[in-house]
């Protein structure tokens, strides 16, 4: 354990480092990446890290507003993110953009199951990021959703959906947290559905909008080139826009038992997609989070090294990619394993994996594997930090999250107390085969024809 | 507005002033012909290492196709002294991220690390540049392992078949033709002894360029260079093939295809054009990459606002023109009807909006505008040393050399509007098109 206390040092000091942009921080200091966190109007967290190398400055908005509040229209969610930046305030999207682009700044949104974020991009320097916090506050605050504007966007999505119907990896996706969720908000693809895209107008989407994107269901994460009272003005501006509203809804726990435990789906293609999964964490177990990381690890999530990838690649040529990836989300996320392998040696693919699995809740790990796991984890967290994006992220799912100031800190700690006993614990409480949904979609191998080139 | 902008942009100056203040690279060579380069970039600890072998599909031809890309995954299968996947395990436990990647001109291998451990990622990539051991058994398995990421990448993915097939056809006497995967049936016969030819021939120092961006010292750097690749035996390494494209205009070319598993069509326009490298002068280059950059350059340029925003005839518009390669290049563009029946009327527009780069001069307002989104993206790219070690090594196996980057900046604001007209009137021309349309053998609507 010894070895392992050192490099907590060494590595928490380059995290400090990276946070603040020293590079010098002498290694016996072993304190915590500098993240300040503050409330701001209506109760929404603030994370800030300053970062005075690059001159500009990224600032997130997170809501509790992604495809698990869509109800009955799925799509819904990413429709309205979508359109937030095309018109506001009396502008259309064009003007938008060309004021936008005049400042050098660049705006993006993105939804996923649990939230909405809307990225800014800017320069730091005063003139440019105050034009462009402006834009800013319109597009978040009186997007004009016009019909024309939902329309398109629409008819992107309907699209978008149509290419997923070529991948039958995406296929499986789908059909997977349809499988692993049955009723519950998470079996919302974030994509939307035909029918529910048919079934939004401009109405709903604002709606949407005055209801989830408020001051009480937003969280902002901003790093960049700026001391501490101008992070605060710029988040009090950012937030003074909108109205103080309501937080989000909690969602329900996910269902014990999945609908199904195995889907076949019919595909033409030359390789099957699998995916096999179950709803595993959620944010705040950290007792039985970071045990099921370290698994998670060695399972399939640590890329070159990982047993899936030596069982279905090195040492069986089954398959290019497989892997393994652990979600943690409000209420339980998923632990999904995916690959895709040659149609005609899928039943192969499908013992290899599930025998995979079956030694993990068997065995467990070894304490070899925990502490080269555990090495890679830490070792690589000040990588995860090393730039203002990969700061901007973690930041952005504290402030989902809304996770206190020392969250960054305490990852190493929590990591290096991950035993061999706390993994067979967490994996008894949460790695259940039997509970596991398996998705196959793939060609019929008899009636396979000619490959194509 | 106008006034508005004006002021915009002009504030902007002060700040984009620093985009120029891109650290100094530091060069070394050592006596095996290996190139050092080195960046400094201390806020993080951390370090990446790239070391690029100049070499790729672009080197390659039928039947060997694929074989720069077989050869880099048989680079983690272990040498003389380490077994498969060792290199893996040692670089996972000190916390790296590590891999590789090959493209058209280059095979790349890169780790990234608290800055304090990059010697590793040294000693194991010195190692393996002269003593891979080469295995059958590893290769046969290695092999399949190819053939489904072909399947994966390619074969299962009507837009990559398509594409693959349109290249083809857009190319014509270059060996930018060719997949980087390889073609099929090639990957069939492929046999080790290609590979270790290939590996004998080009993998020798004097061929490869170590990129160094991060956290470190350079001459600490330059030592540790010494101390690694300074015991690998210099060798003679091959001279890149000629491949450059006709010269004249090669005439108008169309590809249709009709797919069972698409559902969506897709357009693709693609003009032969010059690259950096092999432009007359870099001008042309420049004034062709802000011609894309006028077209698609963000949000307000005039593909998304014309086409998508403006008639509504297309669910997404973009066009490209990869400078920074080392034979002749493509001006594309590609993009997707909103409804099925719409491929020729997108052509059509797309063509027109071509035209219109040839007949009339880009306005002052629209040009400052994509100038300022590319100065701003030079400040942003500071945020990522895996760019910055990509974008060095990019231009040293492309044959353009890294000081093309404190170039960049002043070569941008010297286009004019009269160059981009000139460049689009000589390269943006009927007889240099290929024109491919993918449809659905449904009308999308299953």
Redesign the interface.
């Known amino acids: 354990m010894a070895a392992r206390h050192l490099l907590y040092a ?2 928490a ?2 995290a400090a ?2 946070a603040l ?1 020293t ?1 010098a921080v002498a290694a016996e200091e072993a304190v915590a990446p500098e993240v300040q966190r503050w409330q701001a109007r209506a109760g929404a967290p603030v994370y800030f890290v300053e ?1 005075h ?4 400055v990224d600032v997130a908005v997170v809501f509790d507003a992604g495809s698990a509040r869509d109800g009955d229209t799925p799509g819904l969610a990413r429709l309205t993110a979508r359109t937030l ?1 095309q018109g506001a305030d009396g502008m259309d ?3 938008l ?10 705006l993006s949104t993105s939804v996923d199951r649990s939230q909405a974020r809307v990225h800014l ?1 800017s ?3 005063e ?2 990021l105050a ?1 462009a916090t402006a834009l800013f506050r319109q597009v978040l605050a009186e997007p004009t959703f016009k019909e024309a504007a939902i329309e ?1 966007e629409r ?2 999505m309907q ?1 978008a959906l ?2 997923q ?4 990896s995406k296929v499986a996706e789908r059909a997977l947290y349809e499988a692993m969720y049955g009723e519950h908000p998470y079996a919302t693809p974030p994509a939307g559905t035909d029918e529910g895209l048919a079934a939004l107008d401009p109405g709903r989407v604002a709606a949407f909008h005055e209801a989830h994107y408020v001051a009480a269901n937003a969280g902002i994460a901003i790093v960049g080139d700026l001391e501490r009272a101008e992070a605060e003005a710029l988040a009090t501006r950012v937030l003074d826009a909108l109205p103080a509203g309501e937080p989000a809804p909690a969602l329900p726990e996910p269902p014990a038992e999945p609908a199904e435990d195995e889907i076949r789906i019919d595909f ?4 099957t997609a699998i995916a096999m999964g179950l709803p595993a964490i959620a944010r705040g177990e950290e007792a039985l989070e970071y045990p099921l990381r370290v698994a998670d690890q060695v399972l399939g999530g ?4 990982s047993r899936l990838f ?1 069982a279905m ?9 497989t892997a393994s990836r652990l979600h943690v989300e409000p209420v339980r996320g998923p632990w999904i394993v995916r690959s ?3 149609a005609e040696r899928t039943e192969e693919a499908l013992s290899v994996l599930r025998s995979e699995i079956r030694r993990l809740t068997q065995e467990g790990l070894d304490a070899t594997e925990i502490d ?1 796991a555990v ?9 995860a ?5 990969g700061l901007l992220r973690q930041l952005s799912a504290m402030a989902a999250h809304r996770l206190p100031a020392d969250h960054l800190a305490r990852y190493i700690p929590r990591m290096e107390a991950v035993d061999p006993a706390s993994v067979q614990q967490a994996l008894d409480a949460r790695l259940d085969p039997e509970r596991m949904v398996t998705v196959i979609v793939g060609p019929d191998v008899e009636a396979t024809g000619a ?3 | ?1 106008t006034l ?2 004006r ?3 002009a ?2 100056l ?3 002033a ?1 985009a120029a203040e891109a650290a100094e690279i530091h060069e070394h060579e050592l006596d095996n012909g290996l190139t050092v380069l080195v960046e400094e970039d ?5 370090a990446v290492s790239m070391l690029w072998y100049h070499v790729g599909a672009s080197y390659e031809h039928r039947p060997i196709t694929g074989v720069s890309h077989a050869l880099e995954h048989m680079m ?1 299968k272990g040498t003389e002294q380490r077994d ?2 060792e290199f ?2 040692l670089i ?8 590789a990647f090959t493209a058209r001109d280059y095979t790349a291998y890169y780790e ?3 800055a ?2 990059l010697e590793l990622a040294l000693e194991l990539e010195a190692e393996r540049m002269h003593q891979l051991a080469l295995d059958q058994a590893a290769f ?10 072909r ?2 990448r390619v ?5 990559a ?1 398509a594409f ?1 097939r349109f290249n083809a056809t857009a190319y014509m006497a270059s060996p930018y033709r060719d997949p980087i995967i390889g ?2 049936h090639d990957l069939a016969r492929m046999e080790l002894a290609d590979l270790a030819a290939w590996y004998e021939r080009w993998y020798a120092p004097a061929n490869a360029t170590l990129v160094v961006v991060g ?1 470190v010292e350079p001459e600490a750097i330059f030592d540790m260079a010494e101390r690694h690749f300074g015991a690998v035996p210099a060798r003679a390494a091959g001279s890149p093939p000629e491949g450059r494209e006709i010269d004249t205009a090669p005439g108008k070319r169309q590809v249709e295809l009709t797919l ?5 069509p897709l357009l693709y326009l693609a003009y032969n054009a010059p690259s950096l490298a092999t432009a007359e002068r870099p001008r042309d280059a420049y004034a062709l990459l802000m011609a894309a950059e006028i077209l698609d350059g ?3 340029a005039r593909l ?2 014309r086409l ?2 403006g008639e ?1 005839i297309a ?2 518009a973009s066009a490209s023109y990869s400078a920074v390669v080392r034979l002749d290049t493509l001006f594309s563009l590609v993009a ?1 009807p ?1 409804d099925a029946s719409g491929l020729d009327g997108l052509a059509e527009a797309l063509r027109a909006e071509v035209r219109r780069l040839r007949q009339e001069p880009v306005g002052e307002a629209e040009l400052q ?1 994509a100038v ?2 590319l ?2 993206s030079e ?2 790219e ?4 895996m760019g910055r070690a990509r974008q060095l090594g990019r231009l040293e196996a492309t044959g353009i050399g890294w000081r093309e980057r404190e170039r960049f900046e002043a070569r941008i604001r010297a286009v004019t509007p009269a160059d981009i007209q000139r460049v689009a009137r000589r390269y943006l021309q009927p007889e240099r098109l290929t024109i491919g349309r993918l449809l659905p053998a449904d009308d ?3």
């Open positions: 060494v590595v000091a380059l480092a990276a942009g590079g970062a190398e690059v001159p500009m930046d999207a064009g003007t953009a060309r004021r936008l682009e005049d400042t050098g700044a660049r991009r320069l730091s320097e003139a440019p034009e398109r008819q992107q699209q149509r290419v119907r070529q991948s039958a033409p293609a030359t390789q640590g890329g070159l090294v030596r690649r090195e040492e069986r040529g089954l398959s290019y990619s895709s392998v040659k080269d090495r890679h984890l830490t070792g690589s967290f000040p990588l930090l090393a730039s203002n994006s490959e194509p080139e | 507005m508005l902008y002021c915009a942009a504030l902007l002060a700040g984009l620093t201390h806020r993080a600890g951390v983690f498969s996947g893996s395990r996972s436990r000190e916390g790296g991220e590590h891999n990234m690390l608290a304090d451990r046969e398995r290695e092999m399949q392992v190819i053939r489904e990421e399947r994966q074969a299962d993915s009507p837009e078949r693959e073609w099929r956290d069972d598993d698409a559902r969506v963000g949000s307000s998304p606002a998508v925003r509504g669910t997404s997707r909103s505008r300022t989104r100065m701003a400040v942003y500071r945020d990522a040393p999308g609507e299953a």
